[in-house]
């Protein structure tokens, strides 16, 4: 029992209120250090044993090529063995950047080692998580990783000198950052203005119980609330949890916001008074369209998505 209660006081204090730019309040849980630490750890192993798999295959493909080149500099090498040389170097810069953003940018914003700890990238203003914000964090990640462990590296051998060791100062406070702030903010996501969350499964949740709602009918008024493709395809499957959190938590403001805010997008204009209703009959006829469509291997991640 205490051990429950303290995990579940540690999740109070990760939990945040992120305000979409719709308006709509969404709970949501920073991730724990811990989690982004073994995050970060998978996705280098991945990577280096990635690495060793290609350095292979090109040694197995190039054959004497690849002894010309490891066996020494000193001696001239072949066009073909600068050729392979810069090949490598290219799958060195493109693991070493393109990796992460690459998995980033897409839809689940999150590496391989993310969604395997289960938590993922996301803009703290709500909005959707941009080429720019992904490239700043991730540029950023050599002055607060790579430079402290080449210092630290260097430190045991005693050649650093007084420059070397006020360096590994510096750099040791972008290391540390994500330990001084309650969010546990890289640097980079200071920068970029990210922060890392934890994430539920992308899978439809379990449908709420809106009948009524499918139908199009109002238990309240009687009036039908029937949407038409144009209507539901601005949607995706983000917006349609989002709206059935905001469903299942049934408060009276967070309500009224989604409901004003689906009928500007949508131009409609049902008055007021019957918003629970209208909402159940949106996300029950989204819902029957986004899962409809999966069906044929048409998935809409979010509004932004094509449709």
């Known amino acids: 029992m205490s051990a429950a209660l303290a995990s579940g006081q540690i999740e109070n204090k990760r939990q945040r209120t992120l305000i979409t730019p719709e308006g709509i309040s969404v709970p949501i849980v920073v991730a724990s250090r811990v989690a982004r630490i073994g995050a970060l750890i998978l996705d280098f192993v991945l990577?280096?044993?990635g690495l060793i798999i290609v350095i292979l295959l090109l040694?197995?493909?190039?054959?004497?090529l690849y002894d010309e080149i490891t066996s020494g500099m000193e001696s001239s090498v072949s066009g073909a063995g600068e050729f392979l040389t810069i090949v490598f170097i290219l799958i060195l810069f493109l693991a070493r950047y393109g990796y992460f953003l690459s998995f980033e940018l897409g839809p689940r914003g999150a590496t391989l080692g993310k969604r395997a700890v289960g938590i993922r990238v996301a803009a703290r203003d709500g909005g959707r998580l941009t080429p720019e914000a992904v490239l700043a964090r991730n540029l950023i990640r050599d002055i607060e990783l790579f430079m402290p462990l080449i210092?630290?590296?260097?430190?045991?051998?005693?050649?650093?000198?007084?420059?070397?060791?006020?360096?590994?100062?510096?750099?040791?406070?972008?290391?540390?950052?994500?330990?001084?702030?309650?969010?546990?903010?890289?640097?980079?996501?200071?920068?970029?203005?990210?922060?890392?969350?934890?994430?539920?499964?992308?899978?439809?949740?379990?449908?709420?119980?809106?009948?009524?709602?499918?139908?199009?009918?109002?238990?309240?008024?009687?009036?039908?609330?029937?949407?038409?493709?144009?209507?539901?395809?601005?949607?995706?499957?983000?917006?349609?949890?989002?709206l059935e959190r905001v469903l299942r938590d049934d408060r009276e403001e967070a309500i009224s916001a989604v409901h004003a805010t689906i009928c500007r997008k949508i131009g409609w204009d049902p008055g007021a008074g019957d918003e629970h209703a209208f909402l159940e009959a949106f996300y029950a006829q989204l819902r029957a369209r986004l899962e409809g469509d999966m069906r044929f291997g048409k998935r809409k991640q979010n509004k932004f998505d094509e449709a």
């Not at 702030?181 to 922060?195: C, E, F, Q, S």
């Open 151 to 242: 210092f630290i590296m260097v430190a045991p051998s005693g050649d650093m000198g007084n420059a070397g060791y006020a360096g590994l100062a510096w750099t040791a406070i972008f290391l540390a950052f994500p330990f001084f702030n309650k969010d546990a903010l890289r640097a980079g996501d200071v920068i970029a203005g990210t922060w890392v969350v934890e994430a539920p499964r992308t899978k439809l949740g379990e449908a709420l119980s809106t009948q009524e709602g499918a139908r199009g009918a109002s238990g309240l008024t009687g009036a039908r609330y029937d949407f038409g493709d144009a209507e539901l395809s601005i949607y995706g499957e983000h917006e349609l949890q989002t």
């Open 47 to 49: 990577l280096y044993v």
């Open 59 to 64: 040694g197995w493909i190039a054959g004497g």
